[in-house]
DNA sequence: CGTTTGATGCTCT
DNA sequence: GAGCATCAAACGG
């Protein structure tokens, strides 16, 4: 069990992100394994938030790593991204599912429609929804315990051989295989990579 | 099963 | 005003 260091996330999102599988997610009383990730850059990156440069939203995606990028979008969900990169550098790896691991009362509460526990975390919106994500979330220092999150190794390794495929629900940069999950996991989003 | 569609409001041009 | 790093319900075979 230990806290990953602020170097591991120091360095491109497409480095981090297969790396970043099977680590462990900590909020407020749930807690879950991260099996599915995507990657985002900035300029080069036409799917990318940050590929028109700096705006108020995506400042923090210029920032320092291992803070937390929290965006809202279709007028109703939020999602998670961890910042990576040097600082000035647009970089950043969207949480798109994790295994719970506990406190599944909690997101139980927090997702009512919810009948299937493998449902409850099965998507970026989804986990952002059962963690308790949202705006307040945006630009805390997930390595300073900002929140009570926390990102933890308990161990378990990255996969050798993760299932690598195109990222989820782009128009432009759709092409890129930024998109990571462990495989053999039910609880990813679809379609499966 | 698989595919389609409505919900709903922020962000940037 | 257009588009959106989505989800769940409704529909069809």
Redesign the pocket.
Same mark, same amino acid.
């Given at each position: 069990m230990r806290r990953l260091p602020r170097s591991f996330f120091a360095r491109p999102g497409t480095e981090v992100a297969p790396e970043l599988l099977n680590k462990v997610l900590v909020a407020p009383g749930v807690r879950g394994r991260i099996v599915e990730v995507?990657a +985002?850059m900035g300029a080069d990156d036409p799917?990318?938030?940050?590929h028109?440069g700096p /705006?108020?939203? *995506?400042e923090v &995606?210029f920032g320092r790593a291992g803070h937390l990028y929290v965006y809202? /979008? +279709?007028? &109703?969900?939020w999602?998670v991204?961890i910042v990576c990169g040097e600082v000035g550098v647009a970089s950043?790896v #969207?949480l798109r599912a994790v295994t719970p691991l506990g406190g599944l009362d909690v997101m139980r509460v927090r997702?009512p $429609? @919810?009948r299937r526990d493998v449902?409850l975390c099965s998507?970026?919106? $989804?986990l952002a929804a059962a963690f308790g994500f949202d705006g307040a979330h945006d630009g805390i220092d997930a390595l300073r315990n900002g929140a009570g999150v926390r990102i933890i190794d308990d161990g378990t390794p990255s996969p050798a051989r993760p299932a690598n495929g195109v990222r @989820?629900? #782009? *128009?432009?940069g759709a092409d890129l295989p930024w998109r990571w999950a462990v495989p053999g996991v039910a609880d990813i989003?679809r379609p499966r990579p």
């Open positions: 995507e +985002y799917g990318s938030h940050a028109r /705006t108020p939203r *995506t &995606m809202f /979008t +279709y007028g &109703m969900h999602c991204n950043a #969207l997702r $429609k @919810v449902d998507g970026p919106a $989804k @989820v629900g #782009l *128009t432009h989003s």
